[in-house]
């Protein structure tokens, strides 16, 4: 064939002519397809101003990752940063060459295309490192001609603008490693936990296994594929100088210890802290944008309060099994019993001074159901409203050792219809003083104080402390009928500990962009709602319902430094409370069913709640908190416990009470005849 086209170009003039014309049209068709592929690729000021999508991170009070939020999960560093070792490995299986080519290697491209076309398939790559970025940076992964063709241009073009290193560090930031990791960063961080620049050899042998099939080679996927690719390019290093023969052995030898070090647990506070962020900044700017957002949160706390919210959930439930009649051991297996028993917890710790959530539980697991309980559940206090509704009293001129009856009252409604609450226990107990009727959260009693201090005044007490929520200016505010969440619940009770100073919650620190300059700071909002005598009084009030009331239980288990708080259960027993403090933490717990069930009678506030909230602060003080400050304008005087008046002689129930001065009693107490009891019912 070839000597009969040699002789018709020698003997035929004409056949020469139009074969020359014919190569001319060829090369002008060529030329001209090659000039409009030049004109389609970036310019030289794009590729300068390329910025790659970059994961946006959550950082604790501490510094400490929570998570990341990204498309692309990517983490820019400069060459330098990234180890000897993973450079080589990477251009030992991707590109060796890449020092002395110019773009492309074109004897590498014959090579891979003779194999591929012995074996029919593509068994070779023979794309250079320049040609990869080229193709990740701007191009599809099509497989075409045309693509291939702009792939070589513009990696000339990058290697004529770029220095190699620099090439180089716009490839290590950008390659896929599988897994959402961009770049070496993320991938060093999403399978060792580790910044880029603490990986080991063999782990950087490991990632570089990882660029030519991400997902067949992932540990994640086969952990005996991901070794193989490890161990071969492990040898190949070897046989090329770059390590010794001892280095590769000891290497393959090596386990693969995988870490994770973004999955933390506190998925609710993170995606609380997404949805504030979008809000302000918008989608591209968190999943694109590389923002550092630094939050109130402390890991270490919230660890410890998983940690007492899982065991107190534990717990819970077996109660309910046994009342079920399931045995412990059954419980695990009984799908029913799981089934309709999908008890939820909230739990929120705030620090009072500043106002700053350190730990957040919204539910039991955040993979069934993303709703947050501890922000977005509105469900009715019971007895965690009344302190609002004493502060009020004790804030207008009432002390705790007032004394109301305690006795049937009925009450009948606008519409005729007659309402005759009652206690807990079904009873009535006579003369109960104030700091009595709270701490054994008597209804009856509370009640009639609410009659006294009005429900406008109470409710406006309730809102100027914290709570957002609406709240139903009528009689039933004693049985905390208002429906609330928690974290407002617990941002008002910051006001008694901080001693009658407002703080809004914060849940965001500051916020950075991608270069470091600070888009957003937030400080303490403090407003003073309370007189810090009457916060006090209140503090010491709440006291005692650890000391000797319904969240006694706390006592029992082993806490014995100072603290405060109140139980709430609500008529139906649908939800139960506890919302406790110290002088520096104030943590609140909710248990109870997403759809309102009754709890029954094995689940109550002082029973679960209450502990849960005892076991994490045990974890929490290790040395105990200080103890409430003390204004100077509040005086502590012994009085008789039964009737709130100065302890006299022959009294024998004798304890220290706290009054805002000028409000203390003058009156001694008289001796104890039964009839005088019910006598006094106020010693004001």
Known sequence: MFRKIAALWAK???FRTGAIVLLCVLAVSLLGLLVAFYQELPLLSEL?????????????????LIAQLFVEQRNLVPVDKVPENLQRALLTVEDEKFYSHWGIDPLGIIRASLVNLVHARVEQGASTITQQLARNLFLTKERTISRKIKEVMLALKIEYRYTKKEILEMYLNQVYFGSGAYGVEAASRIYFGKHVEELSLPECALLAGLVRSPNKTSPFNSMEKAKARRDMILERMFKRKIITKEAASIAKASRIELHKTEVRNAPYFVERIRQLIEQTYGSNAIYKGGLSVYTTLDLHLQDKAQKAADKGLEEAETRIAREMGISAENIASDTNFKSNVPLQIAMICIEPKTGYVRAMIGGRDFKESEFNRATQALRQPGSAFKPFIYTAAIDNGFTPADVITDS?????????IEWKPENYEKKAFGPTTLRKALYTSRNVVTLKLLTKVGTSSAASYAQKMGIRSKIQKNLSLAFGTSEVNLQELVSAYCVFPNMGVRVEPVSILCVKDSTGKILEENRPKLQEVLKPETAYVMVSMMEDVINRGTARAIRDAGVNFPCAG??????????VWFVGYTSNLVCGVWIGFD?????????????????IWGDFMKQ????PPDD???PANVVTLKIDADTGFLAGDKCKNIINENFVKGTEPT??????????LFEYKSNK
Not at 56 to 63: A, E, F, M, R, T
Not at 410 to 415: K, R
Not at 620 to 623: G, N
């Open 667 to 676: 009156k001694v107490c008289r001796e104890h005849v039964k009839s005088d």
């Open 408 to 416: 049937p009252v009925v009450i009948t409604d606008s519409d005729g």
């Open 620 to 623: 929490v003080y290790v040395a």
């Open 628 to 630: 409430f400050e003390k």
């Open 12 to 14: 035929n003039k004409n």
């Open 595 to 611: 759809d309102h069930r009754s709890l029954g009678t094995v689940i109550s506030s002082g029973n679960t709640p209450a502990p």
């Open 48 to 64: 300068e101003g390329y910025k790659p999508s970059l994961a946006s991170k959550i950082y604790d009070v501490n510094g400490e």
């Open 566 to 575: 109140k139980t709430g259960t609500t008529d139906n027993y649908s939800d």
